[in-house]
């Protein structure tokens, strides 16, 4: 697409991506998946922050996210059957979190915000909850959060006896504060009530919506049928939960989707209309255990932590996140930012029109390597995504040429006037051209030399010399017309030569070599594996460590033969942590260099 202001500027405009596309390249990022614990609680705490916070010693904010999914902390912290904990990846190294436990900390030790908080709205229509329980209790704090006009009929004389009627396992004091939570919030209260048969009819006649307990629900109409997704008794168009004993955990999730439920009814909607994502959930998330702490849990969870053993046990916490390309490679670690974000803004970057391209230089300072695409479980690669844009910007002239402009005049100089292609003295064409490479030539040309005077003093059919740059250069820049050119000029040199099979000293320059047309790659480890290392290449008795090139990544030969030739070296070969295809860059690939040296 092409757009002219009235002034002389042309902007052009070509889609990177489409929607589609975008998506599902982010879907492979699992970064912003749940961790496990949180994926397993029905109710959506974020027990993964809420551990943090206890290790930081900060239980208010601990109890501000607890307070997000009760009122009841108390309740809910003492009598949760804690699915999270059997989720808990150091489950499998010495012992899981106690999770629980760092839960009742947070309730007994963190202190809720002072004040009333926002302004509610009172909805429009009534709800009256009859009976007690944990069920009912749940629910009253649900519905009064929404700012329900809600009224509670039960048998109990007050709020304390009305909440300890569901939760026997408190002790008093417990119950006390949780019942002046309870106490703090607009309800009316109808105690003392006989809860007779008779109740429902004359309370379904005055409120909108009526919800009641599962035993109030037995003795009005027994046997009758509570829908477990929408928690709605359809007889009597009432909600309740389902007959049956019901732990803490499965009561307070009942009064969420029962609260759902009530909105819904509220809308004149359909119950199961837009539920989301209810309950525990899959999670996608990967989290390599390797280094993990084996550590047991800290001691006095039955009795409940003090406040420093709390802080002990929150710090075992390894913090489950998918983090393997990060770890590896030193661009992400440079912005902080995982794929999913940094592929989004590098989409936006190009998308723009008119107004500054601000992600111009994170594009550029990728090195292109492939690291990411083999460290992360699901590939992605952000080299893949980095070099598109790059192109993309080249051709809608979006891309200054100044970052790369250095290392393209060296190109065109390189293939100009310092390039040199000649046969092997004594042949007109010949069976081999050697190819070392533009860096290799650059730093050590008297290695290049003997390399290629041993080449022509063993290899039969002459082997011609051709010092050059194979375009890689212009690829990473994404100057695609320029990289056409280069070539197009290599090919026609290499016709003039007989077509000979290229022997390559650089694992890049042989992939990029290897796509013209109608030519034959090897690399010179090839042919020293086959024709063996020339006279006194022996006798280096000493530990190495191997640096696999990025050009080599996914060549298990390549890699193979050269770990091959450094021990008839006398190598003695240490594997590092990021070698073979997990190798990171050097610092040259990409044009990183010239684009953003503190990266390089």
């Not at 199961?272 to 550590?295: K, Y």
Request: net charge neutral.
């Amino acid at each position: 697409m092409t757009m002219e202001e009235r002034s002389t500027r042309i902007y052009r405009q070509k889609q990177m991506l489409s929607k589609q596309e975008l998506t599902e390249r982010e879907n492979l990022c699992i970064h912003e998946q749940p961790a496990y614990c949180v994926a397993a609680c029905p109710l959506k705490l974020d027990a993964k922050a809420l551990v943090e916070a206890v290790a930081a010693d900060d239980f208010s904010k601990a109890l501000s996210l607890y307070e997000k999914i009760t009122p009841f902390v108390h309740i809910l912290s003492a009598g949760c059957e804690a699915p999270c904990e059997g989720k808990c990846r150091l489950a499998e190294t010495g012992g899981a979190i106690s999770i629980r436990s760092l839960e009742q900390a947070a309730a007994a030790y963190g202190e809720s915000p002072k004040g009333r908080g926002l302004l509610r709205f009172k909805k429009k229509k009534t709800a009256a909850i009859l009976g007690s329980g944990l069920f009912p209790a749940f629910l009253a704090g649900e519905l009064a959060k929404k700012a329900y006009p809600l009224t509670v009929f039960c048998a109990e004389p007050d709020a304390e006896a009305f909440l300890a009627a569901g939760a026997e396992f408190l002790d008093g004091d417990a119950v006390r504060k949780d019942a002046g939570t309870l106490k703090a919030m607009d309800i009316e209260f109808r105690f003392r009530t006989g809860m007779t048969a008779g109740l429902l009819d004359q309370v379904r006649a005055a409120y909108d919506i009526v919800c009641v307990s599962p035993e109030f629900l037995a003795e009005a109409l027994p046997g009758a049928a509570v829908e477990e997704a929408t928690m709605l008794c359809r007889e009597l168009n009432v909600i309740s939960a389902p007959a049956g004993a019901a732990g803490v955990l499965d009561s307070a999730f009942g009064a969420k989707k029962a609260a759902l439920t009530v909105d819904r009814l509220a809308q004149n909607l359909d119950p199961m209309n837009s539920r989301g994502d209810e309950g525990p959930c899959e999670t996608a998330l990967i989290t390599n255990m390797a280094g993990a702490p084996s550590t047991a849990r800290v001691p006095g969870a039955e009795r409940g932590y003090t406040r420093q053993e709390a802080v002990r046990e929150a710090g075992r916490c390894i913090r489950c996140s998918c983090t393997e390309c990060i770890k590896g490679c030193v661009y992400l670690q440079h912005y902080h930012k995982y794929p999913k974000l940094l592929t989004r803004e590098i989409y936006n970057n190009v998308g723009i029109i008119m107004g500054d391209h601000m992600m111009n230089r994170p594009i550029n300072s990728c090195a292109l390597c492939g690291q990411c695409a083999v460290i992360c479980p699901n590939g992605y690669d952000m080299a893949d995504i980095c070099l598109m844009a790059r192109q993309n910007m080249v051709t809608t002239d979006k891309m200054p040429l100044a970052p790369h402009e250095f290392a393209l005049l060296d190109q065109m100089f390189s293939n100009s006037d310092a390039f040199l292609c000649r046969p092997q003295p004594g042949f007109q064409t010949c069976r081999y051209v050697f190819f070392p490479g533009c860096q290799a030539a650059a730093i050590a040309p008297e290695t290049v030399r003997a390399a290629y005077l041993d080449l022509t003093s063993r290899l039969p059919g002459g082997v011609a010399l051709m010092l050059g740059c194979c375009g890689a250069i212009s690829e990473w820049a994404g100057r695609y017309q320029m990289q056409e050119e280069t070539a197009a000029f290599i090919g026609g040199r290499l016709e003039a030569l007989g077509n000979p099979t290229i022997i390559a000293g650089c694992p890049t320059c042989g992939k990029t070599l290897a796509r013209l047309e109608g030519t034959k790659v090897e690399g010179i480890w090839d042919v020293l594996d086959e024709i063996g290392l020339p006279a006194g290449g022996t006798g280096l008795s000493r530990p190495a460590a191997l640096h696999d090139a990025c050009g080599a990544r996914g060549d298990r030969r390549t890699q193979e033969k050269v770990r091959k030739i450094a021990e008839k070296l006398g190598c003695r070969l240490v594997e590092t942590d990021y070698s073979g295809d997990e190798s990171p860059c050097c610092g040259y690939g990409g044009l990183v260099m010239y684009a953003n040296r503190g990266v390089a």
